[in-house]
C-alpha cells in the first residue's frame, strides 16, 4: 500500500488543530469527495486500507477528532467535549477547504456515526430541494452509517472491566499493551480471529497502530461522556427521505451490538440496511469480506444519490408546470 498523504492541518474558529489526509486529491471537482468520520478512540491510520482504495475512486477526507493523534486542543479549551462539537469541527473543516469540498458524501463509523446523526438533525439543517441537506455552507447528498448507534450501545465494551485488568500493570507500557489488545480483541471476534494466520496478524497489526499512534485516554473519556449524553431517537424524523441513508452493520458487532442498528432503521424510516454476503461481521467491518466489496457498495449508494436528486428536480418541475 502506498504512504499516506502529507498531514494537513486546520486551524478551528477556537484554536483547535485539526490534522487531516485527503486521499485521491486529483479527483477533486471531477467526482463528488466522501469524508469518513471515525469513531471512539480511532485516528486517520486506523481507515487503511479503505481510505487509500476509495482514495482511486473519488476524493477521500480523513481527520483526527481534537485532541487525538495528530490533532490537538486549544490552550485554553475547558475540556467540554460533545458530539455537536465535533461536528462543528468537521463543518469548519469542510469549508476551510473550499468549494470542492462544500458538496460533500458524509459516512460515519461507530461514534463517529452518532456525530453524523448528530449534524444531520442540527436545526440548521435544511433541505435544498434537489436531494440533499445544507448545514452551515455545507451540502450533504447522501450519508451512510457503519456499525454505529442512537445512544450508550449494549455490547460487549466495558471500560471499567479493560481498567480493572490492566490495573496491575507493572508499567505504563505494559498498560497500554494490555489495554490495546483487549480493545482492538472487541472488534472482532474470537472464532474469526482464531480461525486463519492472517485474521491473527491482522489483529497484531491493528494493535501495532493503536501502540504507535497518539490516543490519550483522557481524551477517549470525554468521547465515551460525549457519546452517554446524547440519544438522537427523537429527533431522526428531521432526515428528510430525499437524503439516500445506509445502514452498514454486522451480526458479529461486540462494541454495538447489531440491534442498535434497529433504532436507526426505525428512526430513519427511509434507509436501507447494506446487503453483504456474509453477516458474521464485527465492528471493524472492512477487515471483513474484501476491501473492494466495501468500496463498491459505497459508491453503488453513493451513486444512487444522483437519481434521488434528478428525480427530486424533476418532480418539482413538473409541479412548477402544473401550477402555469
Not at 487525538?68 to 467540554?80: M, R
Not at 437524503?243 to 458479529?252: A, Q
Amino acid at each position: 500500500m502506498a504512504a499516506p498523504p502529507p498531514t494537513t492541518t486546520f486551524e478551528t474558529k477556537d484554536g483547535a488543530k485539526i490534522a487531516y489526509h485527503v486521499y485521491g486529491k486529483d479527483l477533486l471537482g471531477k467526482v463528488t469527495p466522501i469524508a469518513l468520520i471515525m469513531g471512539m478512540s480511532g485516528v486517520m491510520e486506523d481507515w487503511s486500507p479503505l481510505s487509500e482504495t476509495l482514495g482511486i475512486t473519488r476524493p477521500v477526507l480523513v481527520w483526527d477528532h481534537r485532541g487525538i493523534g495528530h490533532s490537538s486542543v486549544p490552550a485554553d479549551w475547558d475540556y467540554d467535549l460533545s458530539l455537536q462539537l465535533m461536528a462543528s469541527d468537521l463543518l469548519e473543516l469542510l469549508n476551510g477547504l473550499g468549494k470542492d469540498w462544500q458538496n460533500t458524501h458524509l459516512l460515519g463509523w461507530s461514534m463517529g456515526g452518532h456525530i453524523l446523526q448528530t449534524l444531520l438533525t442540527l436545526p440548521d439543517a435544511k433541505e435544498d430541494g434537489k436531494g440533499g441537506l445544507n448545514i452551515r455552507g455545507i451540502r450533504v447528498p447522501s450519508a451512510i452509517l457503519a456499525a454505529t448507534m442512537t445512544k450508550m450501545p449494549r455490547g460487549d465494551f466495558k471500560p471499567d472491566e479493560l481498567e480493572a485488568a490492566a490495573a496491575n500493570a507493572k508499567s505504563k507500557e505494559e498498560r497500554n499493551k494490555l489495554m490495546s489488545e483487549a480493545i482492538m480483541a472487541l472488534q472482532y471476534f474470537p472464532e474469526w480471529i482464531t480461525s486463519s494466520q492472517d485474521h491473527a496478524s491482522l489483529l497484531a497489526h491493528r494493535v501495532k497502530v493503536s501502540l504507535d499512534t497518539r490516543r490519550p485516554q483522557e481524551i477517549i473519556g470525554l468521547q465515551i461522556g460525549a457519546i452517554g449524553a446524547v440519544d438522537t431517537r427523537p429527533d431522526l424524523y428531521r432526515i428528510p427521505q430525499t437524503l439516500p441513508t445506509l445502514v452498514i452493520h454486522g451480526k458479529r458487532d461486540r462494541m454495538v451490538a447489531y440491534s442498535e442498528s434497529e433504532h436507526i432503521l426505525k428512526g430513519i424510516k427511509h434507509a436501507t440496511r447494506l446487503d453483504t454476503p456474509n453477516d458474521q461481521i464485527g465492528h471493524f467491518w472492512f477487515d471483513f469480506l474484501t476491501t473492494n466489496f466495501w468500496v463498491d457498495s459505497i459508491n453503488a449508494h453513493l451513486d444512487s444519490a444522483k437519481h434521488v436528486q434528478a428525480a427530486t428536480a424533476n418532480s418539482k418541475t413538473s409541479a412548477q408546470q402544473s401550477k402555469l
